[in-house]
Protein backbone atom coordinates (compact mmCIF):
# COMPACT_ATOMS: atom_id res chain seq x y z
CA UNK A 1 0.00 0.00 0.00
CA UNK A 2 1.11 3.25 -0.87
CA UNK A 3 1.93 6.04 1.99
CA UNK A 4 -0.83 8.65 1.60
CA UNK A 5 1.78 11.70 2.00
CA UNK A 6 3.24 10.28 -0.82
CA UNK A 7 0.14 10.70 -2.80
CA UNK A 8 -0.81 14.08 -1.53
CA UNK A 9 2.28 16.61 -1.91
CA UNK A 10 1.02 19.70 -0.83
CA UNK A 11 -2.19 22.03 -0.52
CA UNK A 12 -2.45 24.49 -3.13
CA UNK A 13 -3.20 28.24 -1.81
CA UNK A 14 -4.13 30.71 -3.69
CA UNK A 15 -7.45 33.21 -4.03
CA UNK A 16 -9.28 30.91 -6.65
CA UNK A 17 -9.03 28.15 -4.10
CA UNK A 18 -9.91 30.41 -1.14
CA UNK A 19 -13.52 30.89 -3.22
CA UNK A 20 -13.68 27.17 -3.64
CA UNK A 21 -13.79 26.30 0.04
CA UNK A 22 -17.45 27.94 0.10
CA UNK A 23 -18.23 25.45 -1.69
CA UNK A 24 -16.39 22.62 0.58
CA UNK A 25 -14.35 22.19 -2.60
CA UNK A 26 -9.99 21.67 -1.37
CA UNK A 27 -7.18 21.86 -4.14
CA UNK A 28 -3.89 19.84 -3.80
CA UNK A 29 -0.87 18.83 -5.66
CA UNK A 30 -1.32 15.42 -6.13
CA UNK A 31 1.63 12.80 -7.46
CA UNK A 32 1.37 12.63 -10.83
CA UNK A 33 0.51 8.58 -10.80
CA UNK A 34 -2.04 9.02 -8.24
CA UNK A 35 -5.67 7.55 -9.49
CA UNK A 36 -9.25 9.45 -8.25
CA UNK A 37 -9.32 6.08 -5.44
CA UNK A 38 -5.91 6.85 -4.35
CA UNK A 39 -6.65 10.46 -3.33
CA UNK A 40 -9.96 9.89 -1.54
CA UNK A 41 -8.06 7.50 0.69
CA UNK A 42 -4.97 9.73 1.34
CA UNK A 43 -7.34 12.51 1.87
CA UNK A 44 -9.35 10.74 4.65
CA UNK A 45 -6.86 9.02 6.36
CA UNK A 46 -4.35 12.18 6.66
CA UNK A 47 -7.53 14.82 7.64
CA UNK A 48 -9.73 12.26 9.54
CA UNK A 49 -12.62 13.95 6.62
CA UNK A 50 -14.99 11.97 4.52
CA UNK A 51 -14.62 12.68 0.70
CA UNK A 52 -17.97 12.94 -1.66
CA UNK A 53 -16.20 13.90 -4.82
CA UNK A 54 -12.42 14.03 -6.66
CA UNK A 55 -11.61 15.90 -9.99
CA UNK A 56 -8.51 15.63 -11.51
CA UNK A 57 -6.61 18.41 -13.54
CA UNK A 58 -3.56 17.91 -15.14
CA UNK A 59 -1.78 21.08 -15.52
CA UNK A 60 1.05 21.84 -18.19
CA UNK A 61 3.75 23.95 -17.63
CA UNK A 62 3.64 27.33 -19.11
CA UNK A 63 7.14 29.02 -21.02
CA UNK A 64 8.63 31.79 -19.54
CA UNK A 65 11.41 34.24 -20.49
CA UNK A 66 13.75 36.18 -18.60
CA UNK A 67 15.54 38.67 -21.00
CA UNK A 68 16.99 36.35 -23.65
CA UNK A 69 16.77 33.38 -21.85
CA UNK A 70 13.78 31.00 -22.26
CA UNK A 71 12.68 28.04 -19.93
CA UNK A 72 9.25 26.31 -18.91
CA UNK A 73 7.51 26.01 -15.49
CA UNK A 74 6.82 22.75 -14.12
CA UNK A 75 3.85 20.58 -14.77
CA UNK A 76 1.71 18.94 -12.01
CA UNK A 77 -1.29 17.34 -11.33
CA UNK A 78 -4.34 18.82 -9.20
CA UNK A 79 -7.05 17.37 -7.49
CA UNK A 80 -9.70 19.44 -6.79
CA UNK A 81 -11.93 17.10 -3.57
CA UNK A 82 -15.24 17.87 -2.54
CA UNK A 83 -15.97 17.10 0.89
CA UNK A 84 -19.35 15.70 2.35
CA UNK A 85 -22.15 18.19 4.24
CA UNK A 86 -20.38 18.89 7.45
CA UNK A 87 -17.01 18.40 7.30
CA UNK A 88 -13.86 20.85 6.87
CA UNK A 89 -10.31 20.56 6.97
CA UNK A 90 -8.92 22.52 9.83
CA UNK A 91 -5.69 23.12 8.23
CA UNK A 92 -7.50 25.38 6.20
CA UNK A 93 -9.15 27.78 8.48
CA UNK A 94 -8.01 31.00 9.00
CA UNK A 95 -6.54 31.17 5.88
Do not use: C, W
Request: aromatic residues 8%; positive net charge.
Amino acid sequence: MVDPRDVVLRPIISEKSSALRELRKYEFVVSPFANKIEIKRAIEEIFGVEVEKVNIIKQKGKKKRMGIFEGKTSSYKKAIVTLAEGHSISFFEGL
